[in-house]
Nanobody
Framework: QVQLVESGGGLVQAGGSLRLSCAAS????????MGWFRQAPGKERGFVAAISWGGARTYYTDSVKGRFTISRDNGKNTVYLQMNSLKPEDTAVYYC???????????????????WGQGTQVTVSS
């Protein structure tokens, strides 16, 4: 069973930076695409960024391109989300997710993310 634990959230002023981490256990991390999603109050959970199983491919939602960077360390079973130039509209609970571990070549935003962390709160003040 795959378990995902996020960390690194917090309160930051607009224009600031945070780095989220997601530590995975169980299964073979290096076979899995990993994604970050977020859910703001009163809104549905939405895709933020994802990285392929080997790290060669990344994909971002338009609103975070140029500000957020997803990366992974397969030796540490960890995926990161570096968030720069944060805006109040980035305020949300951020979730880490893992796909089925089949070394998928599909579109990173459309994979079946079957495993989810508990989420970490990111609050950006204006």
């Amino acid at each position: 069973q795959v378990q995902l634990v996020e960390s690194g959230g917090g309160l930051v002023q607009a224009g600031g930076s945070l780095r989220l981490s997601c530590a995975a256990s169980g299964g073979t991390f290096s076979n899995r695409a990993m994604g970050w999603f977020r859910q703001a109050p009163g809104k549905e959970r939405g895709f933020v960024a994802a990285i392929s199983w080997g790290g060669a491919r990344t994909y971002y939602t338009d609103s975070v391109k140029g500000r957020f960077t997803i990366s992974r360390d397969n030796g540490k079973n960890t995926v990161y989300l570096q968030m720069n130039s944060l805006k109040p509209e980035d305020t949300a609970v951020y979730y880490c997710a893992a796909d089925r571990g089949l070394r998928s070549a599909g579109h990173l935003a459309s994979l079946d993310y079957d495993y989810w962390g508990q989420g970490t709160q990111v609050t950006v003040s204006s």
